[in-house]
Structures are given as structure tokens and as C-alpha cells.
């Protein structure tokens, strides 16, 4: 079967959607895989057909902006100023994933690319397979990833219309854009204005959860849809650590991750002395990843190693706990590692996460990013080096995460559409 995946958004996004094209890969499928231009190298190294769609999301993120943006955490704010983006760059995107999905038998896509390929299926009469890595199907087990989870003592009906809402601002923030797309290149109807609900592209086939069942268990009011676990990207394979790397982790106790990927910082100076002061104030270790504009140091003292990128899977099983912003992938990569996490969420689902560990009891109390200290990132690095009971539920939940295979889940799903199509 011919599959082209669409999957926009930062490397956190995208990278579990490379993992589920070289699985589809593996088992004899044509994957392309769309994605921004600045991912070419990534896609391509583990063996994936890349095509690419107008603009670097790195540049973007690292704009003065857009770092004061995702500082202040306002969804709202990022929703607005994304979808003006979107809007720029919507005719080139629908002009180069026309061509791209053309003779396709299959379009799969998660929320960053859903309406994109919502109309790519309409216009092709393709089949559209949506997959996500975060809870968008409304439910009334749960509130919406943006929201506190203590909306749900409202009840099932609010938990369901705080899904609507969620839905509701990232369609709003799609909508210029697929309008201008569908009148000028795909010479489509218009959606109305709360959306392409009533699609039947939207409807016809599964829906497939890049997440484990042992963090997040299936609601029942959940149709035709599967929580595969999640879908891990692992280091390329010719990947090796730097010497230096290994120097610092060998060179005494299991050190702390400290990172916040994508997540820029107006003053990445100061992000990482605040880091510094924390570690000081607990006696630990860390590795500190500068990601996009997140930290940045000269003269670090011996008890820092700061590093642009290194393979989740690599580090994580060598550290002693995780502190991140909360991103979906980080996530997965630390519970999979069985150890305990801190999570200093951002904006978006990144709350969603921070309270979800907290409840596994495998990690901390999230921290919001507004409200970090040097104080209270140290009283959580305490914590997470510490409780032993934290420590033995990480490293129960990491063993039933080892054990599932979400790539493998999921492509048999997939498998299942094609033998439905050619019945």
C-alpha cells in the first residue's frame, strides 16, 4: 500500500510519525512521509521518502516572538500567531501535498496535519487515517489536554465539551488557512465555520493513539479507535555518543536529564543559571540539553555537560530522573526509561502530561514554566532522586511500556484497511 503521512509541528511532534512510517516500512509498504523542510535530514536517515512542505518551524520557534510566546504559555496567543503562519504558507502547502499525495492509496495524518489532510482526501477521494500521540476524540472519562484535570470533577458532560473546545481553537486556527487552500489550489467547498465535523473522511476508519494503555487506559465511550502504545523513534543507527558524553556520565553517579526541546526561552542565559542554581542546592549532576534556544552557558562547572541533541532512547535508561517541558514524545521516552520525571510544562497538552505522571505517581507535581524557581525545581529534583516509592512505580510502569509494541499495533490495523479496501 501506498502511504503518505503528514506530520507538521516541532521534531516532538513529528518524530513519532517517522518511527510509524519506518515501521509501515518494514512491513513492505511505500511511505512518503510530509513534513517542514528543516526535518529533511532526520526523515531521510532513517530511510524514509521526504517531501517537503514550505518553512523551517525551527526558525520560527527561535524567533524573538515566538521564544516570549511560549514563555508566557498562553495557548490562546500561540494559537492566534500560528494560524497567521499557517494562513502564509497554506497555498504552498496545499500546492506541494497535492502533488505529494497523488496516487496514494492511503493518507494518515495527527492533529498538526489533520485538516490539511482532510482536504487532500476529499480531493483525491483517498481514505484518511487520523493518529495522534495526545487525547483529541471527545470523552467524558476526561477533561481535554488543555485543561486541569480537575475539571473533571464537573462531570462527564463538561469533561465532553472541554474536548469541543480544544478542537474548536486548533480548527479556528487552521480555518484561514484551509479556506484559502480549498478555494485556490483544490477547488473544494468551504468548511463551515466550526468545522469539517460532518465529513464522512472523518469517519470512516479508525483512529489510532500513539500512547501506552498503562498511562492513559482507553475510554468506553471511545468508538473504533485503538491505543496501540506509543510509537518510539530510536537513534539511527549509525548514531554514537560523543566521547566526551560518556566521559561525563562515567565520571560519577547517574546524573540528571535537564532539557525543554523545542521550547525557546527569550533568555536562555539565565534559563540555564537558574538550572545551575538548582543543582547546586541538591548536590546533583546533569546533562543539560540546549535544544531550540531553551538553555545556553559558556564556562559550565564540572558538575554540567551541556549538549545540542542526543537520542532520548540512548540517554534516558542512563539517567537518574528526567526534568523536560512535557512534550508528548519526552514524555513517552522518560516513562519508557522507568525513571522518575519533572515536568515544567509550557502551554498546550504539556499540563496534561505533568499532571498525568503525577497521578502514575512516577514523577513530581508539575512545575508551570511562569512560576519556576531555582527553589522549587531544586525541592522537585530532591524529591525525584529520592523517593524510593516513585522510583519502584517509574520502573514498573517503564517495564510494561518495554513490553508493548505500539509501531507494531498499529501497522496491524493499517494492515487490517488494506485488506478491507481490496475485499
Same mark, same amino acid.
Not at 124 to 138: D, K, R, S
Not at 154 to 171: A, C, D, E, F, P
Not at 336 to 354: C, E
Not at 392 to 412: S, T, W
Given at each position: 500500500?501506498?502511504?503518505?503521512?503528514?506530520?507538521?509541528?516541532?521534531?516532538?511532534?513529528?518524530?513519532?510519525?517517522?518511527?510509524?512510517?519506518?515501521?509501515?516500512?518494514?512491513?513492505?509498504?511505500?511511505?512518503?512521509?510530509? $513534513?517542514?523542510?528543516?526535518?529533511?535530514?532526520?526523515?531521510?536517515?532513517?530511510?524514509?521518502?521526504?517531501?517537503?512542505?514550505?518553512?523551517?518551524?525551527?526558525?520560527?520557534?527561535?524567533?524573538?516572538?515566538?521564544?516570549? &510566546?511560549?514563555?508566557?504559555?498562553?495557548?490562546? $496567543?500561540?494559537?492566534?500567531?500560528?494560524?497567521?503562519?499557517?494562513?502564509?504558507?497554506?497555498?504552498?502547502?496545499?500546492?506541494?501535498?497535492?502533488?505529494?499525495? =497523488?496516487?496514494?492509496?492511503?493518507? &494518515?495524518?495527527?492533529?498538526?496535519?489533520? /485538516?490539511?489532510?482532510?482536504?487532500?482526501?476529499?480531493?483525491? @477521494?483517498?481514505?484518511?487515517?487520523?493518529?495522534?500521540?495526545?487525547? #483529541?476524540?471527545?470523552?467524558?472519562?476526561?477533561?481535554?489536554?488543555?485543561?486541569?484535570?480537575?475539571?473533571?470533577?464537573?462531570?462527564?458532560?463538561?469533561?465532553?465539551?472541554?474536548?469541543?473546545?480544544?478542537?474548536?481553537?486548533?480548527?479556528?486556527?487552521?480555518?484561514?488557512?484551509?479556506?484559502?487552500?480549498?478555494?485556490?489550489?483544490?477547488?473544494?467547498?468551504?468548511?463551515?465555520? #466550526?468545522?469539517?465535523?460532518?465529513?464522512?473522511? &472523518?469517519? =470512516? /476508519?479508525?483512529?489510532? /493513539?500513539?500512547?501506552?494503555?498503562?498511562?492513559?487506559?482507553?475510554?468506553?465511550?471511545?468508538?473504533?479507535?485503538?491505543?496501540?502504545?506509543?510509537?518510539?523513534?530510536?537513534?539511527?543507527?549509525?548514531?554514537?555518543?560523543?566521547?566526551?558524553?560518556?566521559?561525563?556520565?562515567?565520571?560519577?553517579?547517574?546524573?540528571? /536529564?535537564?532539557?525543554?526541546?523545542?521550547?525557546?526561552?527569550?533568555?536562555?542565559?539565565?534559563?540555564?543559571?537558574? !538550572?545551575?542554581?538548582?543543582?547546586?542546592? $541538591?548536590?546533583?549532576?546533569?546533562?543539560? &540539553?540546549?535544544?531550540?534556544?531553551?538553555?545556553?552557558?559558556?564556562?559550565?562547572?564540572?558538575?554540567?555537560?551541556?549538549?545540542?541533541?542526543?537520542?532520548?532512547?540512548?540517554?534516558?535508561?542512563?539517567?537518574?530522573?528526567?526534568?523536560?517541558?512535557?512534550?508528548?514524545?519526552? $514524555?513517552?521516552?522518560?516513562?519508557?526509561?522507568?525513571?522518575?520525571?519533572?515536568?515544567?510544562?509550557?502551554?498546550?497538552?504539556?499540563?496534561?502530561?505533568?499532571?498525568?505522571?503525577?497521578?502514575?505517581?512516577?514523577?513530581?507535581?508539575?512545575?508551570?514554566?511562569?512560576?519556576?524557581?531555582?527553589?522549587?525545581?531544586?525541592?522537585?529534583?530532591?524529591?525525584?532522586?529520592?523517593?524510593?516509592?516513585?522510583?519502584? =512505580?517509574?520502573?514498573?510502569?517503564?517495564?510494561?511500556?518495554?513490553? @508493548?509494541?505500539?509501531?507494531?499495533?498499529?501497522?496491524?490495523?493499517?494492515?487490517?484497511?488494506?485488506?478491507? =479496501? !481490496?475485499?
Amino acid at each position: 500500500m501506498r502511504i503518505a503521512i503528514i506530520a507538521l509541528g516541532s521534531q516532538g511532534d513529528v518524530q513519532p510519525y517517522i518511527a510509524l512510517g519506518k515501521g509501515l516500512k518494514a512491513t513492505g509498504h511505500d511511505v512518503r512521509l510530509l $513534513t517542514h523542510e528543516n526535518f529533511e535530514g532526520l526523515v531521510s536517515s532513517h530511510g524514509l521518502k521526504f517531501y517537503p512542505m514550505h518553512g523551517n518551524v525551527q526558525e520560527l520557534i527561535e524567533t524573538p516572538e515566538m521564544r516570549e &510566546l511560549s514563555e508566557k504559555g498562553n495557548f490562546l $496567543t500561540m494559537t492566534l500567531r500560528t494560524a497567521k503562519e499557517t494562513e502564509r504558507v497554506a497555498i504552498r502547502w496545499a500546492e506541494a501535498g497535492l502533488e505529494a499525495c =497523488r496516487g496514494m492509496d492511503l493518507l &494518515l495524518a495527527g492533529v498538526g496535519g489533520l /485538516y490539511l489532510g482532510l482536504a487532500f482526501a476529499e480531493k483525491l @477521494e483517498l481514505p484518511l487515517l487520523q493518529a495522534h500521540v495526545f487525547p #483529541f476524540t471527545p470523552t467524558k472519562t476526561f477533561p481535554s489536554v488543555l485543561f486541569p484535570q480537575s475539571l473533571n470533577r464537573y462531570g462527564g458532560t463538561v469533561n465532553w465539551l472541554s474536548h469541543q473546545v480544544l478542537r474548536q481553537l486548533i480548527w479556528q486556527g487552521s480555518r484561514a488557512g484551509d479556506t484559502a487552500a480549498r478555494k485556490q489550489v483544490l477547488n473544494l467547498p468551504v468548511s463551515s465555520f #466550526f468545522g469539517p465535523r460532518k465529513s464522512p473522511h &472523518l469517519h =470512516r /476508519y479508525p483512529t489510532l /493513539y500513539g500512547f501506552s494503555p498503562s498511562v492513559i487506559s482507553k475510554p468506553s465511550d471511545w468508538d473504533n479507535t485503538y491505543v496501540t502504545g506509543y510509537w518510539f523513534l530510536d537513534a539511527a543507527p549509525d548514531w554514537t555518543p560523543p566521547s566526551e558524553l560518556v566521559d561525563f556520565l562515567q565520571a560519577g553517579s547517574p546524573p540528571l /536529564y535537564i532539557g525543554f526541546g523545542s521550547m525557546g526561552n527569550r533568555n536562555p542565559e539565565e534559563t540555564a543559571d537558574l !538550572v545551575l542554581q538548582a543543582l547546586a542546592k $541538591t548536590g546533583q549532576r546533569a546533562i543539560m &540539553l540546549s535544544g531550540w534556544s531553551g538553555m545556553r552557558k559558556q564556562n559550565l562547572p564540572d558538575s554540567a555537560y551541556l549538549v545540542d541533541s542526543v537520542p532520548h532512547a540512548w540517554l534516558f535508561p542512563r539517567v537518574a530522573a528526567v526534568v523536560h517541558h512535557g512534550g508528548a514524545g519526552t $514524555t513517552a521516552a522518560g516513562l519508557r526509561a522507568g525513571v522518575p520525571t519533572v515536568i515544567i510544562p509550557f502551554f498546550g497538552d504539556q499540563g496534561f502530561w505533568g499532571q498525568r505522571v503525577a497521578e502514575l505517581g512516577v514523577g513530581t507535581e508539575p512545575i508551570p514554566r511562569k512560576q519556576l524557581t531555582a527553589e522549587r525545581l531544586a525541592q522537585a529534583i530532591q524529591t525525584a532522586v529520592t523517593d524510593k516509592m516513585m522510583h519502584q =512505580r517509574a520502573a514498573a510502569l517503564g517495564a510494561k511500556i518495554r513490553a @508493548e509494541d505500539g509501531i507494531a499495533n498499529a501497522v496491524a490495523v493499517i494492515q487490517e484497511i488494506e485488506n478491507l =479496501r !481490496v475485499a
